[in-house]
Antibody, heavy 122, light 111 residues
Framework: QVQLQESGPGLVKPSETLSLTCSVS??????????WSWIRQPPGKGLEWIGF???????NQNPSLKSRVTISVDTSKNQFSLELSSVIDADAAVYYC??????????????WGQGTLVTVSS | QSALTQPASVSGSPGQSITISCTGT?????????VSWYQQHPGKAPKLIIY???SRPSGVSNRFSGSKSGNTATLTISGLQAEDEADYSC???????????FGTGTKVTVL
């Protein structure tokens, strides 16, 4: 059974950098068929795709966040990480990590972490 | 990046059928058949219920079905049950930026 677990500070100060890690079990982040994604959900709002990474290092990000987002992968620890710089109030959200895998004709987010709430406050 | 547009809320009585629309553009929903739908109960992570517009993953009830016309995808829940009360979100691949975009989300209430 594939499981993902987010970890990191639940409180970040404005203008600082948000850092989260996703630990994966039951699958390898080095799997060629999968991409590893970050998705967030502000309180009471819809989901927002942040970006993904492949073990080869290939990444892609939401154009709205691209200048502030860094996604990296650590194959030795079977983890991947998110850094979001210069955080503002609007970055407060539940952050999910997810596996993006091929199903049918394209890719879907099939496994998700439980989510971690990040609050932005000084 | 603009989100796909969904109604904020939809409601129905047990046993009824409801539909949830998801409107995008010719660069996403209208371009590919790569629309998927997710169900999310309060405090829980989203769960995949439809992919490739109308396919169901193993284990998902056949009361959930999907379709697409032009730039709009639709999720139908037939035989509405209390357990269907949740938030539903669509997502699509966007060709213009090679990215993923989610819908604004719809809260389904079972009356």
């Amino acid at each position: 059974q594939v499981q993902l677990q987010e970890s990191g500070p639940g409180l970040v100060k404005p203008s600082e950098t948000l850092s989260l890690t996703c630990s994966v079990s039951g699958d390898s982040v080095s799997s060629a068929n999968n991409y590893w994604s970050w998705i967030r959900q502000p309180p009471g709002k819809g989901l927002e795709w942040i970006g993904f990474i492949h073990y080869t290092g290939r990444t892609n990000q939401n154009p709205s966040l691209k200048s502030r987002v860094t996604i990296s992968v650590d194959t030795s620890k079977n983890q991947f990480s998110l850094e979001l710089s210069s955080v503002i109030d609007a970055d407060a959200a539940v952050y999910y990590c997810s596996r993006l895998t091929a199903l049918g004709d394209w890719y879907v987010f099939d496994y998700w972490g439980q989510g971690t709430l990040v609050t932005v406050s000084s | 990046q603009s989100a796909l547009t969904q109604p904020a809320s939809v409601s129905g009585s047990p046993g009824q059928s409801i539909t949830i629309s998801c409107t995008g553009t010719s660069s996403d929903i209208g371009y590919y058949n790569y629309v998927s739908w997710y169900q999310q109960h309060p405090g829980k992570a989203p769960k995949l219920i439809i992919y490739d517009v109308s396919s169901r993953p193993s284990g998902v009830s056949n009361r959930f079905s999907g379709s697409k016309s032009g730039n709009t995808a639709t999720l139908t829940i037939s035989g509405l049950q209390a357990e269907d009360e949740a938030d539903y979100s669509c997502t699509s691949y966007r060709s213009s930026s090679s990215t993923y975009v989610f819908g604004t989300g719809t809260k389904v209430t079972v009356l």
